[in-house]
């Protein structure tokens, strides 16, 4: 059996009550949600080749309706939906969550039920943006979620976690909470290592050998960074 996580509730109210917000996407395939930042054609088809199903987080449908993709659903407060683009979609498709407590990629995120979601148009642009989708990757473990970027993906860990990359491949950890673990297959092993925001870190690692990386923490809040080519192998590890 799959090592579980019992997470405690140590978040706002705010927080806490968002995470009984109704799942308004239930797919039992791969989702690709389509946020507002940057992200080109190409980034949108290789994610749309691993999770078919399309969902926007606000002004992500606009990129969507420019590609041709209407999406499934439309998720977010819609205060940078333009006009234009909210007229271009049927009416049941746009699910408004008003509260302004959480950003838009976490109202989507909360609100999509799959076994994995790609994120794109997450990723560059602005740096508070991308900071702020950080906290959320970390805040949601439940949600297994990869964020698509120019040269990397970005994704929480898991309890476990085994990824087969080429020798030498970067293979980069930060935590978002104080967690500890332990690995194999990394030039600079982790065990004995106490991770935690403004202290210890785990960048610019390397896969040693030829054999998959194993990783287990024994609690959320690390973010896995690997090169964007890594993602058909990531997509398998983590189910979808």
């Known amino acids: 059996m799959a090592k579980l996580w019992s997470i405690p509730c140590m978040m706002p109210e705010a927080d806490r009550s968002s995470i009984l917000s109704p799942v308004l996407v239930d797919s039992a395939e791969p989702v690709t949600l389509l946020g507002g930042g940057e992200a080109s054609p190409a980034d949108v088809e290789e994610a749309l080749s691993h999770a078919p199903l399309l969902v926007a987080a606000d002004s992500g449908a606009a990129l969507a309706l420019d590609l041709g993709h209407l999406p499934e659903a439309v998720i977010g407060d819609m205060d940078s939906l333009p006009e234009a683009v909210r007229a271009a979609l049927p009416a049941a498709r746009i699910h408004r969550i008003a509260e302004q407590e959480s950003t838009d990629f976490d109202k989507a995120l909360r609100s999509v039920r799959a076994p994995l979601v790609l994120g794109v148009g997450f990723l560059g642009r602005r740096l508070d943006h991308q900071l702020a989708n950080f906290n959320v990757l970390s805040r949601r473990p439940e949600r297994r ?40 297959g990394l030039v600079w092993p982790i065990e004995g290592l ?47």
């Open 194 to 240: 106490s991770f935690a925001p403004g202290a210890t870190i785990g960048t610019s690692n390397q896969v040693a050998d030829a054999g998959p990386v194993r990783l287990a923490f024994d609690a959320p809040g690390m973010l896995v960074i690997v090169p964007r080519t890594a993602l058909p192998v990531v997509v398998a590890a983590l189910g979808g």
């Open 145 to 184: 979620c990869v964020l698509l970027g120019a040269r990397d993906l970005v994704f929480a860990a898991p309890p476990s976690l085994a990824l087969a990359l080429p020798v030498g491949s970067r293979f980069s950890l930060f935590p978002m909470a104080p967690v500890t673990g332990r690995s194999q």
